[in-house]
């Protein structure tokens, strides 16, 4: 592909996103917490609980969470871990998985986010420059267009445009019985 031919991609990728935040912003759809889990280094010998730290707001949208506030605004992850922020009650040692789930709990808890809030951590930032051609990764560009995969692994991918037009409109306008 020549570099006009990326460029253009590249900016209609860019575009689509913003005209799906712009929308999302406009119908005041609720967002979610970004954070990143950091594990604190000992101090004096003394290990400390790791924590999630607040990187900012997210919408998610699928596979993509798409910047809502100020600090993540223009930016897009692929969607990673998802935490909600409650008790994390005491280790049961039911199941490793159990544990892992408790243990996020935890961190979120530690990170100050606010109690119900659903916080998305291990997101992956995509770069929207000319690293998304052929790209094997959630969000790429093939053949000169945007597409999404649900997974990097997935082997078909959805146009771009028509994705974000179907997901955004049921966080928009959700189905009956769908909200909380």
């Not at 594990?39 to 010998?45: D, F, K, M, Q, S």
């Amino acid at each position: 592909m020549t570099d006009g031919v990326v460029q253009d991609a590249v900016q209609r990728t860019r575009a689509a996103l913003d005209a799906a935040a712009d929308r999302l912003r406009g119908a005041a759809v609720r967002d979610e917490a970004l954070g990143e889990y950091v594990e604190p280094r000992a101090v004096l010998g003394i290990r400390r609980e790791p924590t999630i730290r607040s990187l900012g707001r997210v919408w998610r949208v699928g596979a993509l969470l798409l910047g809502s506030s100020p600090e993540t605004a223009g930016r897009v992850w692929a969607t990673g871990r998802i935490t909600r922020v409650t008790d994390p009650g005491r280790q049961q040692f039911v199941s490793v998985s159990a544990e892992v789930r408790r243990a996020y709990r935890a961190a979120a808890a530690k990170g100050h986010f606010t109690e119900g809030d659903t916080v998305n951590h291990g997101a992956v930032p995509i770069p929207l420059d000319d690293s998304l051609v052929d790209a094997d990764g959630v969000l790429a560009v093939v053949d000169g267009e945007p597409v999404v995969r649900w997974s990097p692994t997935a082997g078909t991918a959805v146009p771009l445009e028509d994705y974000l037009r179907d997901r955004v409109a049921l966080l928009v306008d959700p189905p009956r019985g769908a909200t909380d």
